[in-house]
């Protein structure tokens, strides 16, 4: 049906949206992989001199490069680990007939439409503060010692702040997927008197393995680049005990202006996002298909 | 007896969803009380819940102070500038894939994902200095570019799988009726595309509006947005309890709005219509 004319207008309707994305995509990281074959330090702008690999061997045996690697990993593994552990029973409890459930799904969604310096920072202060914190005084109610977070667990609280903002995530979605799951199926397995915990096992819980990888691939995109929370509540401290990938790269540029292990940096962070990303543009190409 | 039964589970799983949903959103309506508590109340040990004295200060006091509305306007320029600008470049690009798909139409699909995959910390370093030498750092325009170029992908995805359900009858039936594309365009496809641009602009201005990784490494007071403005508030020389939780309930009760219309299309603008 398409005439050479429509096709020649679809090309140039496209054009400018390709065109903006390629460069978007090209030029930085061109310079960024230009940058960090280079000497750098914006303190001695003009000083710039060739060195080679020489930033990527300083930056990955950077002993503040494995620390952060070490962070950033276990920083995206328990919060996956936290959101779809606890997302899974709250979107089955949501799946439930309940009474006001539009209100009560109202209020889990709400944490993720919080903007990450909001959160972090509410959560430091009102909730995590030794002191006048509201753990420390429900602590002190149970005859607890309160527990000073960001110096004692510095990560765990991040990890707990950033599991609040994305539980909505997984739970919303896993609960879309459960509401498409076949009701019948459900109910034929309850007449032929499978366990409610069967049933999970056997109906639900493979309906819900695709949602579930999209939850994970998505949301450790996002979690690898976590900024903000650290940014506002730790600066990556103590020591380096909350600085992850994103938080070492942004050091190293701006806090210390060596811009070229800060591109070498910004490359393995890239790297390793694109491994991730590798799954999730298959998993989406197949849904494509169909 | 199962109509006992089905009462009882109904009456168990609705006590356990609220206390649940309310632990969650407890965060929240923490801060919220706590912004209208006197800076003494909001530090007091034991906590006072609803019974302290309630007071609007801390609202005058963090727009007199900190010039609150400016931020605000900037949040308000950047997001919703960087949404419109990003709509009017994605629109022609998922209506063309959309309507008129070639064999590549799939792969330039995946490869503008797959540029929402690239770690925004990886490209900081140039973006940083192409911005300081054009005099972009701490400017409006150089946020609403950025943000714009960010979210694009996710615009164009979005606006692409609701066009794809646009029954392509009616298009032919209209270009049939000799219509050319122009009117085929503002007549036909326009208003049968306007629920999906709704939820698009919407979820995009959500993301833009909260987005606090270029906001907070590319501006620093005259372009600031809300999410930098609230950053100041971590500075520890001065731990205004009761004026953070006033700033942070304005900076987010609009979007916490808009955000609870948008729920659905929330899933599915952001897993690139894997789950609908």
């Known amino acids: ?290 | 007896m199962a109509r006992m039964a089905t009462t009882r589970r109904v009456a168990i799983s609705t006590v356990a969803a609220w206390l649940f949903g309310f632990l969650i959103f407890f965060p929240i309506l923490w801060m919220v009380l706590a912004s209208f508590k006197t800076e003494l109340e909001a530090f007091a040990i034991p906590p006072s819940f609803l019974f302290f004295h309630w007071t609007t200060e801390n609202y005058a006091t963090v727009q007199e102070r900190s010039d609150y509305f400016h931020h605000a306007l900037n949040s308000i320029i950047i997001a919703g500038g960087s949404t419109v600008i990003a709509l009017l470049i994605a629109i022609p690009a998922a209506w063309s894939m959309a309507f008129s798909p070639t064999k590549r139409t799939k792969d330039i699909l995946l490869w503008m994902l797959s540029t929402k995959m690239m770690p925004p910390v990886g490209v900081l370093v140039p973006i940083y200095l192409i911005y300081k030498s054009f005099g972009l750092l701490d400017s409006r325009t150089g946020l609403v570019f950025i943000l714009c170029l960010g979210n694009l992908p996710i615009v164009i995805w979005m606006l692409f799988t609701y066009f794809k359900e646009i029954p392509r009858d009616i298009l032919e039936a209209a270009r049939m009726d000799g219509a050319t594309i122009g009117r085929e365009l503002v007549y036909v496809l326009t208003p049968m595309a306007i629920p999906g641009l709704a939820s698009t602009m919407l979820l995009n201005l959500i993301l833009a509006w909260n987005e606090a990784f270029w906001t907070l490494n590319l501006s620093t007071s005259y372009a600031a947005p809300l999410t930098t403005f609230i950053a100041s508030y971590s500075s520890p020389e001065g731990l205004f309890w009761a004026k953070l939780s006033a700033a942070s309930t304005l900076a987010i009760a609009p979007i916490l709005v808009l955000g609870w219309f948008s729920q659905k299309q929330l899933v599915r603008g952001l897993t690139f219509g894997a789950v609908k």
């Not at chain 1, 903006?20 to 940058?35: E, R």
């Not at chain 1, 552990?85 to 006001?100: C, E, K, M, R, T």
């Not at chain 1, 009701?183 to 949602?211: C, N, W």
């Open chain 1, 1 to 290: 049906m398409a005439t050479r004319q429509t096709q020649v207008l679809a090309r140039s309707l496209l054009t400018p949206a390709v065109g903006l994305l390629f460069i978007w995509m090209i030029v930085p990281l061109a310079l960024t992989i230009y940058f960090s074959t280079l000497r750098y330090s914006l303190l001695d702008p003009g000083s710039e001199v060739f060195v080679g690999l020489e930033n990527f061997r300083y930056f990955l045996t950077d002993p503040a490069f494995l620390a952060s690697l070490r962070n950033t990993l276990v920083l995206v593994g328990s919060v996956l680990a936290l959101t779809i552990l606890l997302g899974i029973p709250l979107a089955l409890l949501l799946d439930q007939p309940v009474i006001g459930r539009n209100f009560v799904r109202l209020m889990v969604i709400a944490p993720f439409f919080v903007m990450p310096t909001v959160s972090a920072l509410v959560w430091k202060n009102l909730l995590m503060h030794p002191v006048s914190g509201l753990f420390a005084w429900l602590a002190t109610l149970f005859g607890l010692t309160p527990i000073d977070w960001f110096n004692d667990v510095p990560l765990f609280a991040v990890i707990l702040i950033v599991a609040w903002q994305w539980l909505p995530f997984a739970t919303l979605i896993l609960l879309t997927a459960l509401q498409s799951l076949d009701e019948e199926q459900k109910e034929a397995a309850e007449m032929d008197g499978a366990s409610a915990v069967s049933t999970f096992i056997y109906i639900t819980l493979p309906h819900l393995a695709r949602p579930i990888t999209v939850v994970i691939l998505i949301e450790t995109i996002f979690l690898l680049t976590v900024f903000a929370e650290i940014f506002v509540t730790t600066g990556g401290g103590p020591g380096l005990q909350t600085t992850n990938i994103a938080f070492l790269i942004y050091a190293q540029a701006l806090i210390q202006f060596d811009v070229g292990s800060a591109s070498a940096g910004g490359l393995v962070a890239v790297v390793i996002a694109n491994i991730v990303a590798f799954f999730l543009v298959r998993i989406v190409g197949r849904n494509l298909e169909a």
